[in-house]
């Protein structure tokens, strides 16, 4: 019997078998021995072990098209990244972290902006010109006021899509809008400290309809620079690629070199600031990492 995982917690494998349910299941001892870890997301075989219980073994784990170790989740299709206009105010070098761990991972990017409601056009178009020219759709929305939702389903209409974002943006929200089946909690927004109650405990894939699935996903508040060569961070940045090709020098990092095209990009506007900026934090992480 072949199902998808929808669900993990606490040991077991929730597994639904389109036309005949959810079951909940644990995963056989040799994954152990083969250091495999069953993922929400993963096509797998199962063995009923209880049929009036619901109750399996998964015993095999399908090829994976894809697959992320924050969150831990199998074929993914894209990701849509939450960020909220204000109220948290958005942090830029959070979002390009997770923008450069998605190239990292071969896997596209939707962007949203929540409580666009709460803000001026011209702050909503701030941010669009920062990550449309560097090729990442960006939907502006607002949760409150169901405004731009229809754009957002098109976008996830018949993928997978992890969704994830700082706490207090408004994901919970937004999956309780797309969908009615599961009721999220949501948690209240500390005005103090600007930083959400977390309030998502486990990964869990969520139907919005018979071809479309949205992972709910853990917020998180920092997120780690992938483990490459300091000069190779540049290429997860699509806004730098093509130019560098006409960099003075070959390998340029685009750090001190002369004659360099993306630090001349960053010059007269078509590189956004912030985005060269947080290159250059990077690059730096990367090359003060010390190497074992």
Do not use: W
């Not at 959810?22 to 049929?51: M, N, W």
């Not at 599961?182 to 486990?202: C, W, Y």
């Not at 090709?245 to 750090?255: L, T, V, Y």
């Amino acid at each position: 019997m072949t199902g998808r995982i929808i669900k993990a917690i606490a040991g077991f494998y929730y597994v639904h078998v389109v036309g005949d349910g959810t079951y909940a299941c644990r995963a056989k001892g040799s994954f152990r021995k083969e250091k495999k870890t069953p993922l929400v997301g993963d096509i797998v075989d199962i063995e009923v072990t209880h049929q009036q219980d619901m109750e399996g073994n998964v015993i095999h784990i399908h090829d994976r098209h894809s697959a992320l170790e924050r969150p831990p989740v199998a074929n993914v299709d894209q990701a849509l990244i939450i960020f909220a206009a204000t109220s948290p105010e958005p942090n830029l070098n959070l979002l390009d972290r997770f923008l450069i761990m998605m190239e990292d991972k071969d896997i596209p990017v939707i962007i949203g902006i929540n409580k666009i409601d709460l803000v001026s056009d011209e702050e909503v178009q701030r941010l669009q010109q920062i990550y449309e020219p560097a090729g990442y759709p960006m939907i502006c929305y607002s949760v409150k006021e169901e405004s731009g939702l229809d754009e957002l389903r098109a976008a996830l209409s018949g993928k997978i899509t992890t969704v994830a974002g700082p706490s207090g943006v408004g994901k919970s929200s937004l999956i309780n809008k797309l969908q009615n089946d599961i009721e999220m909690e949501v948690g209240d927004l500390s005005a103090k400290i600007e930083r959400g109650k977390q309030t998502t405990r486990h990964t869990e894939l969520i139907p919005v309809d018979e071809e479309t699935y949205i992972f709910d996903t853990p917020g998180f508040s920092t997120l780690y620079v992938p483990e490459i060569e300091a000069e190779d961070i540049g290429v997860l940045f699509p806004e730098f690629r093509e130019l560098s090709e006409g960099c003075k020098f070959r390998g340029c990092n685009h750090m001190a070199e002369p004659g360099c095209m993306v630090k001349a990009a960053v010059e007269d506007g078509r590189i956004a600031a912030s985005r060269y900026e947080n290159y250059r934090l990077f690059f730096e992480e990367r090359k003060n990492t010390r190497k074992y």
